[in-house]
């Protein structure tokens, strides 16, 4: 076990002392909590924790209204990327989508089975499997348009923080990247 550096101890190099090098938790973040103070486990200083509870909760409102249209969360935002751009490949499904080829994978495979998709092996390098919209596929788009404000109206957020918890979010991912 490690010991523990006391109030004033000098950090090891590379370290700063008072920030948070291992974990990302809110009081840390801000400086509050000392990388060694116990309090930097408990859940409440935890940044993780609230994402965690919210995607999940998030996730979970969303399964009464993609239930009708035959899809899972992770086959909807799929659809979603398919919708926008028409044609992709796994790689690029999976990097918009921060999933990797062995999830993705079994998500078109159902899309296909649905119909909502083709997948067919590139002529040019066999290992890139591109996925496209059949007619079914593009016809679900109509269906699946009062998604998005449904969701809107099941959380209640002003429309400003919102925005702003869109751009947090997209930051932090662009800095794990």
């Not at 390098?125 to 699946?144: K, P, S």
Request: proline share 5%; aromatic share 6%; charged share 25%.
């Amino acid at each position: 076990m490690a010991p523990r550096r006391g109030a004033g101890a000098s950090a090891p190099a590379g370290e700063t002392a008072g920030t948070d090098t291992g974990s990302a938790t809110a009081a840390a973040a801000a400086g509050s909590v000392p990388f060694n103070d116990a309090a930097a486990l408990r859940l409440d200083n935890q940044l993780c924790f609230p994402l965690y509870a919210c995607s999940k909760e998030i996730v979970r409102r969303y399964k009464p209204l993609l239930g009708p249209l035959g899809l899972t969360y992770t086959q909807y935002i799929c659809m979603m990327v398919l919708w926008e751009e028409g044609e992709s490949s796994i790689a690029h499904l999976g990097k918009r989508l921060y999933l990797d080829s062995g999830t993705l994978t079994p998500v078109v495979r159902k899309l296909a089975d649905k119909g909502y998709v083709t997948r067919r092996r590139d002529t040019a390098d066999e290992r890139v499997v591109d996925v496209a919209l059949t007619d079914q596929g593009r016809q679900l788009e109509q269906r699946a348009l009062s998604v998005p404000h449904a969701m809107a109206s099941c959380i209640d957020l002003p429309r400003e923080d919102a925005a702003a918890l869109k751009r947090l979010l997209e930051k932090t991912l662009a800095a794990m990247r």
